[in-house]
């Protein structure tokens, strides 16, 4: 299995409170990316990165940052937490193109309730 | 831009019955397709992909998928289900532009496989 740790694995926040969400890597993969999973949207993105310090946006990034100074750790922040962004958020990690076809790995999620 | 259907949200069926997950893409570009598995409560894994060459994939668990460019269609298959392939299962695609690997999900079928 590839040795993606995500933290927490569950939170429960109020509204407008900040909120941090880890994944960490011990695969040295190039490419890190944070998806949110919800009924009937199947994963979309929100940021992805391809290196330290090098991220884009995704399909649904407003309301979230991110960071990357270490090639094994990718933050994902919600600056001020709202109800619309309670979901279960995944990590994922590739290789990239270098390392094969680029197939995503996955953590095991980060179940996020903002009441 | 990419994008990918599924055209059905949920497929019940009997144990040892065959099964057919469909998928349907839409890219202006060539793309690499692939399945990807949930089980409960956990991350997503890769079933099998296509990058090129044979048509006919075959995954792990037995499971296969068929490319069909003219169709724009990359179905999932298996000749005799078991309990435990109740899962949901995410066709995604990634076209070839670029290496950091944005897979597009379509949103899930979830098989349930009966006694």
């Known amino acids: 299995d590839a040795g993606i740790t995500q933290s927490p694995r569950h939170k429960v926040t109020e509204t407008g409170t900040p909120v941090t969400l880890r994944c960490h890597q011990t695969?040295?993969?190039?490419?890190m990316y944070w998806y949110r999973q919800d009924p009937g949207h199947g994963l979309r993105l929100i940021h992805y990165?391809?290196?330290?310090?090098?991220?884009d946006k995704g399909e649904v990034s407003d309301g979230y940052s991110v960071s990357r100074s270490k090639t094994e750790d990718f933050l994902l922040t919600l600056e001020s937490a709202t109800s619309s962004q309670t979901s279960v958020y995944f990590c994922?990690?590739?290789?990239?193109?270098?390392?094969?076809?680029?197939?995503?790995?996955f953590g095991e999620g980060s179940r996020l309730t903002v009441l | 831009a990419q994008s990918v259907t599924q055209l059905d949200s949920q497929v019940p069926v009997f144990e040892e019955a065959p099964v057919e997950l469909r998928c349907n893409y839409s890219?202006?570009?060539?793309?690499?397709l692939f399945w990807y598995v949930q089980y409960p409560n956990q991350g997503l894994q890769l079933l099998l992909k296509?990058?090129?060459?044979?048509?006919l994939v075959k995954g792990i668990n037995g499971f296969e998928a068929e490319f069909n460019k003219s169709q724009t269609s990359f179905h999932l298959r298996k000749p005799s289900v078991h309990i435990s392939d109740t899962a949901e299962y995410f066709c995604?695609?990634?076209?070839?532009?670029?290496?950091?690997?944005?897979?597009?999900f379509g949103s899930g079928t979830q098989l349930t496989v009966l006694p």
């Open positions: 994922a990690i590739s290789a990239g193109l270098e390392g094969g076809a680029g197939e995503l790995f």
């Open positions: 695969e040295n993969h190039r490419y």
């Open positions: 990165s391809y290196g330290v310090k090098d991220t």
């Open positions: 890219s202006s570009v060539s793309v690499y």
């Open positions: 296509y990058l090129s060459g044979s048509t």
């Open positions: 995604a695609v990634s076209d070839l532009a670029g290496s950091a690997r944005q897979l597009t």
